[in-house]
């Protein structure tokens, strides 16, 4: 058949039936089958007939009476193949005639009491899905057949080296006291009898309401039937999630919906009679799903009959089994033609990296130190063989594996385990988690790499569940009365918890007897439920104190196998304890992003003391967590908000500092809650209180100052420039600021960007700023005073209110200066070609080499001045004695005459600082500052300014000094030409 080889590895479509795409979802009870078919498309990984003699693939293992009956009688399996035993001569049923090709796998013969299970323990991956095909045969046995045959998928990390609990519970769940199978995801019970769809004998202990059997008693209460379990551990969960039933008048019967019988009819002895063809899948995620289909060998074909969502908590990998039994309800149990496939392609090479369970648990709460095994499940999913294969992981080395070459599935060999560990450390441990992923490589036969998808693994480092237990019953209560109980399960740690169950030894025996029931059994990390109980309460229980006090437990197992149990939790009848719990709140209108502390006062009314309190005060709406302070002996856990008082006397108070920011504009209320007490708290009342705080926007206003001159003369002008910049959260309205001028500047001129400026009061409206506005004002100011002036300005006013305080305030210096003025210069004198005293209306440079140049002390003043050119400067490769009037290096002092050549070693005097005594000017004369005054492009000297256009008052306060200046001044010219000329003649004679 196509679906026994390898046609299934490549196909280009995925096909799979139009009903698992939207059309039958079948509930806790099943409709009517409907056709159906086979997936296609995926990689087969195991494919096994089980015709043989022997069956080569190790990784099934036999258990109870499995035997192989085309196996010789008396035969030993070979080395390396599975070691499934060869059926006995004899058996009852009978069965298939041992030793004869083709065979069966026989799980168990028609003797009553007995059982037997075949198991494959190589995982196969998850993610892309499973479709498991087999035919199963049931027949030869007692009037009403039975048990039946279990199928089940394991978390694939688990060991699978032991069945679960046999009769009724198919070798997949548990049995009064009797656990079901390891890492139990799903199991299918292809139930004769009808035992395996209720939940007698204990099935499905604490599971929750919605996930329990319709009958709660043991015996044939559906015969014929397919009914799904979930995930399950030890005796708790392997809940009843569907199966193909409807009800009938009899509440505790119920009838089969399948098209056909699982079992051949009473006194039918050859197994092809029997034959069964049984499809079961789990569709990849992310909505995975059950589908079961069956071929009753009628006719029709393919019939969908099961159609569910599959359980929470897909595992990476799976491993599976087959198991059957007998009671004193009997059957032959045969299967064959087994065949595994992904329901989409593998990767060339696929890999699943996985916490290793085979060995013992890891402990709820890892710490640094602690190791953690790893598997990496490889799978060859091309079409030729891969060789050198190697597995890196990030975190640890080495990744050892058992071969290094990998024949495509489904060949013995094409899938293999290799195993690393980590050792957690003290980093790790302040992470809260471990994270590493693993890369592995190979090559083709063509001599190309090829590379696997990177897995990663999380692993959370602390897992946790805690409990609280609360009376329901109000007080007083007496004996004879039924107490009702609450039990608040909340996943405290980081792992998602399953099989959530409560045990109360007093209520829920360790037997599994009036089982504890809650709301769900599968908490993600913060999640809680609500479990309830009730006791009936006894005299002998009120003798000794009056009171009654009982301890609960709540557990659960992660995805990691670990379990995890909470601290206990008791619950007192008989004592009375009013709890009254306030609220206050400071400040009570906050800033937006600013912070409000919460006081919560808790307070014992009496009359009893009070003993494990728990009050809830979760983070309230509109703010996020800062900090918590609990009293002395108080502790508060942040994940859960809840503040725990172990102890809380008559008349005593414990409080509660909650510290919170504030994100928004929108009120921000706390509210704290009693949740439990192990006393009755006759008064509810008082058991909440709130206190609310309504926070106001806020503002930054920066204010910024600067001066372009940092050190003006008197009488100079400079500009101040005033920033304000809204940095926000909110927009500011009602700006000003205050920029008042100090003595010494006074105000020319204010420009703001934006309002205006009241330059009486230094105040500068400026009015809205937007998020992120900036407005400015200059302030040009004239120096009237010398010293160090200092300009301030500050926000004055502004809604809403700042709350940046540190930069609403600036200022700006500046250092005047008053600079002595120097005494005009006069207009220098021409040199004159000619020895002629008065200057010629147009002189030209002398090309004589000694010209003597007349000075005058002063031109005498004209209406029109008139001005020579300076004489081009005259360069001799040797130093001469002439009268030449070079500069000495750019044609002289500016306003000077030239300084004579000198001889080498000689030096030249400066010129004399240029002195202008201040005349009358004449009659119709320009004055000093007329246009007239000098010709275009020379500075225009007036006796009246100084420098920087200051009087120059102090300048004519000092004529007398400047008149001994220039007769000094003439003196030294007369002097010095007469040197010359004298030196001059000398060389001529």
């Known amino acids: 058949m196509a679906w026994h080889g390898r046609t299934l590895r490549r196909t280009s479509v995925l096909v799979l039936s139009a009903l698992a795409f939207g059309g039958l979802t079948a509930g806790p009870l099943a409709g009517p089958a409907v056709p159906a078919g086979l997936p296609t498309g995926g990689t087969v990984i195991v494919n096994e007939t089980f015709e043989g003699d022997t069956v080569p693939d190790p990784a099934w293992e036999p258990l109870g009476r499995a035997c192989l009956t085309g196996a010789p009688v008396g035969s030993t399996p070979p080395s390396g193949a599975a070691q499934i035993p060869a059926c006995p001569a004899a058996g009852q049923g009978p069965p298939p005639t041992p030793g004869v090709t083709p065979g069966y796998l026989q799980l168990n013969d028609a003797s009553g009491f007995v059982g037997g299970s075949l198991l494959y323990r190589r995982p196969v991956p998850a993610s892309a899905g499973l479709s498991v095909t087999f035919e199963q045969?049931?027949?030869?046995?007692?009037?009403?057949?039975?048990?039946?045959?279990?199928?089940?998928?394991?978390?694939?990390?688990?060991?699978?080296?032991?069945?679960?609990?046999?009769?009724?519970?198919?070798?997949?769940?548990?049995?009064?006291?009797?656990?079901?199978?390891?890492?139990?995801?799903?199991?299918?019970?292809?139930?004769?009898?009808?035992?395996?769809?209720?939940?007698?004998?204990?099935?499905?202990?604490g599971c929750p309401a919605g996930q329990q059997s319709p009958v709660q008693v043991d015996g044939p209460v559906a015969p014929n039937v397919i009914t799904l379990r979930g995930p399950g551990a030890g005796i708790s969960g392997y809940c009843y999630l569907a199966s193909t039933t409807t009800p009938t008048a009899d509440p505790t019967r119920y009838a089969s919906t399948l098209p056909g019988t699982l079992s051949a009819a009473f006194g039918v002895t050859d197994p092809a009679v029997a034959k069964r063809l049984v499809n079961v899948q789990i569709t990849p995620a992310p909505a995975p799903r059950v589908i079961v289909q069956l071929d009753f060998q009628d006719g029709a074909g393919w019939q969908e009959v099961l159609n569910q969502p599959a359980p929470a908590g897909l595992p990476p990998t799976y491993k599976f089994g087959f198991s059957a039994s007998t009671g004193g309800s009997t059957d032959v149990h045969l299967i064959r033609g087994v065949n595994a496939a992904t329901i989409v392609p593998l990767s060339r090479l696929d890999l699943v990296k996985q916490v290793d369970r085979t060995g013992a648990p890891l402990?709820?709460?890892?710490?640094?130190?602690?190791?953690?095994?790893?598997?990496?499940?490889?799978?060859?999913?091309?079409?030729?063989?891969?060789?050198?294969?190697?597995?890196?992981?990030?975190?640890?080395?080495?990744?050892?594996?058992?071969?290094?070459?990998?024949?495509?599935?489904p060949a013995t060999g094409s899938t293999v385990v290799c195993t690393g560990s980590y050792t957690v450390t003290a980093a790790d441990v302040a992470a809260g988690q471990v994270v590493n992923t693993a890369n592995a490589t190979a090559t083709a036969e063509n001599g190309s790499a090829v590379n696997a998808p990177p897995s990663?693994?999380?692993?959370?480092?602390?897992?946790?569940?805690?409990?609280?237990?609360?009376?329901?019953?109000?007080?007083?209560?007496?004996?004879?009365?039924?107490?009702?109980?609450?039990?608040?399960?909340?996943?405290?740690?980081?792992?998602?918890?399953?099989?959530?169950?409560v045990q109360d030894p007093l209520i829920s025996p360790s037997d599994g007897s009036n089982p504890i029931s809650c709301p769900v059994s599968v908490l993600q990390p913060g999640e809680s439920t609500v479990c309830t109980a009730s006791y009936l309460l006894k005299e002998s229980d009120l003798v000794a104190t009056g009171t009654f006090t009982n301890t609960a437990t709540a557990k659960g197992?992660?995805?990691?196998?670990?379990?995890?149990?909470?601290?206990?939790?008791?619950?007192?009848?008989?004592?009375?304890?009013d709890i009254g719990v306030t609220v206050t709140a400071d400040p009570t209108a906050p800033l937006v992003g600013g912070t409000v502390t919460f006081t919560v006062t808790a307070t014992n009314h009496g009359p009893d003391d009070a003993s494990s309190v728990v009050i809830s005060n979760p983070v309230p709406a509109g703010s996020t967590y800062v900090s918590a302070t609990p009293g002395t002996g108080t502790t508060f856990d942040p994940a859960t908000s809840r503040w725990t008082i172990p102890a809380l006397p008559l008349n005593g108070s414990a409080q509660l500092t909650f510290v919170v920011r504030v994100d928004g504009t929108d009120p921000v209320t706390d509210t704290a809650t009693v949740v439990s007490a192990a006393q009755t708290d006759p008064v509810a009342e008082n058991n909440t209180a709130s206190a609310t705080v309504t926070p106001v926007q806020r503002t930054d206003i920066a204010v910024t100052k600067s001066v372009d001159v940092a050190s003006p003369q008197i009488g100079q002008q400079v500009t101040f420039t005033v920033g304000a910049e809204n940095k926000g959260p909110a927009a500011a309205t009602g700006v000003t600021l205050t920029d008042v001028l100090p003595a010494g500047l006074t105000l020319v001129r204010a420009t703001p960007s934006t309002g205006a400026y009241d330059r009486t009061t230094g105040i500068w409206t400026v009015g809205g700023l937007a998020v992120g506005e900036k407005a400015t004002l200059t302030l040009t100011v004239v120096a009237t005073s010398t010293g160090l002036l200092t300009n301030s300005a500050s926000l004055t006013t502004v809604q809403p209110a700042d709350s940046v305080p540190g930069n609403n305030e600036a200022s700006a210096e500046v250092l005047v200066r008053n600079v002595s003025p120097s005494p005009s210069p006069?207009?220098?004198?021409?040199?004159?070609?000619?020895?002629?005293?008065?200057?010629?209306?147009?002189?030209?440079?002398?090309?004589?080499?000694?010209?003597?140049?007349?000075?005058?002390?002063?031109?005498s003043p004209s209406?029109?001045?008139?001005?020579?050119?300076?004489?081009?400067?005259?360069?001799?490769p040797e130093p001469s004695p002439s009268d030449d009037c070079s500069s000495p290096a750019a044609g002289g002092w500016p306003g000077h005459h030239a300084a004579p050549s000198l001889r080498p070693g000689a030096r030249a005097l400066p010129p004399a600082l240029p002195v202008e005594v201040p005349e009358a000017a004449p009659t119709g004369a320009p004055s000093g500052n007329g246009p007239d005054a000098a010709e275009a492009g020379e500075p225009r000297v007036s006796p009246s300014d100084g420098p920087a256009g200051a009087p120059a008052t102090a300048?004519?306060?000092?004529?007398?000094?400047?008149?001994?200046?220039?007769?000094?001044?003439?003196?030294?010219?007369?002097?010095?030409?007469?040197?010359?000329?004298?030196?001059?003649?000398?060389?001529?004679?």
């Open 363 to 409: 402990p709820a709460e890892i710490t640094a130190g602690t190791v953690i095994p790893y598997q990496y499940v490889l799978t060859n999913g091309g079409l030729d063989t891969l060789t050198g294969l190697q597995v890196t992981d990030n975190r640890l080395a080495p990744v050892s594996c058992p071969a290094t070459s990998l024949p495509p599935a």
């Open 863 to 876: 209406p029109t001045r008139t001005h020579s050119p300076k004489p081009s400067p005259s360069h001799s």
């Open 557 to 577: 197992q992660t995805a990691l196998g670990q379990n995890v149990v909470s601290a206990p939790a008791s619950a007192t009848v008989g004592q009375v304890a």
């Open 137 to 205: 045969y049931q027949y030869a046995g007692t009037a009403a057949p039975g048990d039946g045959i279990g199928f089940y998928l394991v978390d694939g990390s688990t060991p699978l080296d032991s069945q679960g609990a046999d009769g009724g519970s198919l070798g997949y769940a548990q049995r009064n006291l009797s656990p079901g199978v390891v890492g139990g995801y799903l199991g299918v019970g292809l139930d004769a009898y009808g035992n395996f769809f209720n939940d007698g004998e204990s099935r499905g202990a």
């Open 456 to 501: 990663t693994v999380t692993v959370p480092l602390v897992s946790s569940v805690g409990l609280t237990k609360t009376v329901l019953t109000p007080a007083p209560q007496t004996a004879g009365q039924s107490i009702d109980y609450a039990f608040t399960v909340t996943n405290t740690g980081g792992s998602t918890l399953s099989t959530v169950t």
């Open 955 to 989: 300048g004519l306060a000092h004529t007398g000094f400047s008149v001994v200046l220039l007769v000094v001044a003439a003196g030294l010219l007369i002097l010095i030409g007469g040197l010359f000329s004298a030196a001059g003649r000398r060389r001529r004679h």
């Open 826 to 859: 006069s207009p220098s004198p021409s040199p004159s070609p000619s020895p002629s005293p008065s200057p010629s209306p147009s002189p030209s440079p002398s090309p004589s080499p000694s010209p003597t140049h007349t000075h005058s002390p002063k031109p």
